[in-house]
């Protein structure tokens, strides 16, 4: 009724109600989806892990928007959650075109290009969050990595001693930047 009074507010609040005391009532979650899906509430779906429909309307707001950074990042994060990597690496490209200082998305892109075995473009995606953040400690740490993966050593060696100047308890570089009996 809320939905045929054009009160769509309300009628997701009452669909999210009918879900709570009934939590596999699929009418209620069909429609609250559909509703979600039609107002572009990228967010709303994304947290209720609706992942396939997060991605819905995020294609819809792109297509509206093809600047919309954030439908980007969802949509990148929706697609990552259903394993998707190599799609959600694209929409966090995207991200960074629209937004190069967004380091967030720079790491998540990194990590990402990790788990793909690409360290090349996982090293740059992590030079840029470095650039944003020098102090972060973590984001020197996977570039070490992945420069050490590229055999880039004496970089990656720079890169551990960056991060265990930044927090020198970091155990994860001690074992990089010790000298190794031969030296």
Sequence with gaps: VLEQLNQL?????????????????QLALDNRKQLLIALKRVEQLFTLNHYEETITACDQAVAD????????????????????MADAALSYNRVVQLQPEDNVTW???????????????????????VRLQPDNYWAWHQRGRMLEQLSKTREAIAAYQQALQLKPDYSACLLYTSPSPRD
């Design 65 to 84: 928007n093809p600047h919309n950074a954030d439908a980007w990042l969802m949509r990148g994060m929706a697609l990552e959650n259903l394993k998707r």
């Design 107 to 129: 790491f998540k892109l990194g990590s990402l290009l990790d788990s793909l075995n690409r360290p090349r473009q996982a090293a740059i995606a992590f030079g840029n969050v």
């Design 9 to 25: 507010e309300d009628a997701i609040l009452a669909y999210g109600r009918a879900v709570q005391l009934k939590p596999d009532f």
